[in-house]
């Protein structure tokens, strides 16, 4: 036993489902790696396939058997990747393995990965926050078998009219779209489902916020999709363009032209 490792353990996000979606960092680490615990449920098994590594699924592990498999592994001198998907700081529940590595005197890193979120917008070729339209993104979800705290529930959300993107909710259609109309977004409020996104099985589904629910399930989406609100999913040209490249607004590398 080599209690002198001065290795990290790497959280690494594999990125939304496209392999070629990790970053070069989050590769280089993966292919170092001689013990890999990955959340087999979401993260495409191509990423690990043919690595030299011990490579355990974490799908059926709990938090006790996955903490004490890395405690293991960095103990014996190895160099550890737990490999989540997207990126691992938006509902990857990091938190609590983070919190147990801490009391075991375990140091780790944080690799960051591609959103899901940033894969639906680019699937959507949508710019989440738009001049004068929204300069606010909500990343949420409604609450279900995992309570949500009372002040974040969806109406009160809603009423701030920004960009809203809802995970792990798209079961619940129908009591979203109302939370959604009590919180004040219009009937006619363009919304997006995204499934899969950057996977081969993408698919997107794009209505109003008074047709979606029944699209949904006419598409029989029930799984791995993100629900996207607000205007910034609006055809045609942006209301405002950005001041950045405004030729008469001066910033830190150009000057304003005066004519």
């Known amino acids: 036993m080599n209690l002198g490792n001065h290795c990290k353990i790497y959280i690494i996000g594999a990125g939304p ?5 990790i970053t070069v960092k989050g590769r280089r680490l993966l ?3 001689q013990v890999i615990i990955y959340t087999g449920s979401l993260v495409p098994e191509t990423l690990v396939k043919g690595l030299d590594a011990e490579i355990y699924n974490s799908a059926g592990m709990t938090l006790d058997e996955v903490i004490a498999k890395m ?29 147990r590595l801490a009391e075991l005197g375990i ?24 001049p004068e339209v929204a300069q606010t993104v909500i990343i949420t979800r409604r609450a279900g078998r995992t309570p949500v705290p009372e002040r974040e529930d969806l109406p009160r959300l809603a009423a701030i009219q920004a ?15 109302a939370d959604l109309s009590v919180g004040g977004y219009e009937e006619k409020t363009p919304v997006a489902v995204v499934e899969k996104a950057s996977q ?33 999913l609006a055809d045609g040209v942006p ?4 001041r950045l490249y405004d030729p008469e607004f001066s910033h830190g590398c150009r000057r304003a032209f005066v004519k």
Not at 107 to 130: D, F, K, Y
Not at 163 to 177: A, H, K, Y
Not at 203 to 218: E, H, M, P, S
Request: hydrophobic share 45%; proline share 5%; charged share 20%.
């Open 71 to 99: 405690q293991e592994a960095w103990q014996a001198g190895k160099r550890v990747v737990r490999l989540h998907t997207g990126d691992p700081c938006i509902y990857g529940a990091i938190g609590e393995q983070m919190s």
């Open 200 to 232: 081969p099985e993408e698919r997107i589904i794009r209505g109003r916020l008074d047709t979606i629910a029944r699209q949904v399930r006419k598409a029989k989406i029930t799984g791995t999709a993100i629900i996207v609100v607000g205007n910034v």
């Open 163 to 177: 960009t809203m993107l809802i995970l792990l909710s798209v079961v619940m259609i129908d009591e979203v779209v």
């Open 239 to 242: 209301p405002a363009l950005s």
């Open 107 to 130: 140091p780790w890193q944080v690799v960051p990965g591609v959103s899901s979120v940033t894969a639906v917008a680019a699937a959507l070729s949508t710019e989440l926050t738009l």
């Open 31 to 33: 292919e170092q790696a």
């Open 17 to 21: 489902g496209d392999p070629e979606l």
